[in-house]
């Protein structure tokens, strides 16, 4: 069990830019969610996929931002045309189908300059 | 008005001590409920998980729930210095999906 793994850790980018992020599960893993936070805040709600299906997605959610999960293994998450109000850490997690537990990963740090 | 309450701390206690964690909700459909800790830039734990109404314990932690009153607590006993963290509660209507947390109470448990 080798946890959830994203990339990159770390990430600066002028306004404007396109930035994207993956997530790789841990093996065996079907769900897979995103979710946003920012300082002294708590997660906010993305997106859920069980295998590659999307199946919740926040209003948050503005067109600017899409996620995928093609083969319903590794996902991404885009974020188009950066805005300041974007900089945040992009937090994945996975969970097996009819356990409770969800493991996050360590987080993607987005600075948006 | 947020979905899920939290009181910020930040939560200073001597080593030994009991500490109590609390937040509240206005969501009735709320069903499963949940306890993270997490450390200064890494990515939340799960602690406790509980479904519906009721007391959990979990070693040092205890979490209950009181639907009737849309509160939740966490109890840490005998607190430890590594236990100084940020503790978040969370909370879904559903077994999987979307879960709303709470923004966090920063604790520190001092030697």
């Known amino acids: 069990d080798t946890g959830v793994s994203q990339n990159p850790r770390h990430k600066i980018t002028k306004r404007g830019q396109n930035v994207t992020f993956r997530c790789d599960p841990i093996s065996e893993h079907n769900r897979l969610y995103w979710y946003r936070q920012t300082l002294g805040q708590g997660p906010e709600f993305l997106t859920y996929?069980?295998?590659?299906?999307?199946?919740?997605k926040s209003r948050l959610l503005s067109d600017r931002f899409s996620a995928e999960r093609p083969k319903g293994s590794f996902s991404t998450l885009e974020i188009q045309r950066t805005e300041q109000g974007d900089s945040a850490m992009y937090l994945c997690?996975?969970?097996?189908?009819?356990?409770?537990?969800?493991?996050f990963g360590e987080g993607s740090w987005l600075t948006v300059v | 008005q947020k979905e899920v309450e939290q009181d910020p701390g930040p939560l200073s206690v001597p080593e030994g001590a009991i500490v109590s964690l609390n937040c509240t909700y206005s969501?009735?459909?709320?069903?499963?409920f949940m306890w993270y800790r997490q450390y200064s830039r890494k990515g939340p734990e799960l602690l406790m998980y509980t479904y519906s109404s009721g007391n959990k314990e979990d070693g040092r932690f205890t979490a209950q729930v009181d639907k009737s009153s849309k509160y939740i607590s966490l109890f840490i006993r005998d607190s430890q210095p590594s236990d100084s963290a940020t503790y978040l509660c969370?909370?879904?209507?559903?077994?999987?999906?979307?879960?709303?947390f709470g923004d966090g109470t920063t604790l520190t448990v001092k030697p």
């Open positions: 969501n009735s459909a709320f069903q499963y």
């Open positions: 969370a909370m879904s209507a559903s077994h999987a999906g979307k879960s709303t």
């Open positions: 996929f069980q295998n590659e299906a999307q199946l919740e």
């Open positions: 997690a996975s969970s097996k189908e009819g356990y409770n537990t969800i493991y």
